[in-house]
């Protein structure tokens, strides 16, 4: 509770309560995700805005072995229970199941540890085609200069393939004083090889968009919103009649 209060405070919209499935411990069971309104019997007001904050159900599924991947592949009543979705996979080969098979919504970064592996290009860019996510977390970086260098490293080599794109940075803090405004969070972006643009859009826009990704996974339904264009100044010219430009140039 104290955690989400921080996150209220500076300034966030939606949070999401995440529920870890390691499949290395034993008697590891998906269970039915606690409702946020039992947590929280009335939510707070956003920061600036007159909206009361938005919490989310998400589920991480630790994964080491490829049968552990059957879990996702089943139609499972307890899984369609979560808003969000997300596997952690230990090695290259369940990497490239997860990127290309698997009907989650986030795929999870190691960054307390070097990679195993190297990051594929093909896999990347279907992931990236699927409207898979990539998630870093910043927490580590924090913590402990081995784990930072570790975090900026693995972070970087993964934009030399995805080249910025479908980039999530969150925090998985288990304490308040873990956590950072998205202003801050956007910063570390930049640490981490984003440009401006899409280090913004990892706490922000790609954030919503993997929102969107959940509930088009829970529905079986597409969701579809617009955004309106802005029109160049040569449309603008051209949509003016041949009589009113003459009128006007001279």
Known sequence: QNILTVCFSVGYSAVALNHVIDFKEKKQE??????PSELFPSLPIVQGTSKRIKVLTRLTLVVSDPSHCNLLRSTSANIRLYDIIAVFPKTEK?????????????VC???TEKLPFYFRRPPVNMAIDRGIYFELLYTPAIKDSTMRRYTISNAISLMQICKGKNIVISSAAERPLELRGP??????????????????AAVSTN???????GETRKSACGIVYTVKKPRKVEEEETAVPACKKAKTQA
């Open 30 to 35: 998906i269970i039915k995700p606690v409702s």
């Open 94 to 106: 369940l990497f490239h199941i997860a990127c290309t098979t698997l009907d989650v919504d986030l």
């Open 183 to 200: 202003y801050d969070v956007a910063n570390l972006g930049l640490l981490f090889g984003l440009s401006e643009g899409e280090a913004k």
């Open 207 to 213: 954030c919503r968009a993997t929102m969107l990704h």
């Open 109 to 111: 970064i190691n960054v």
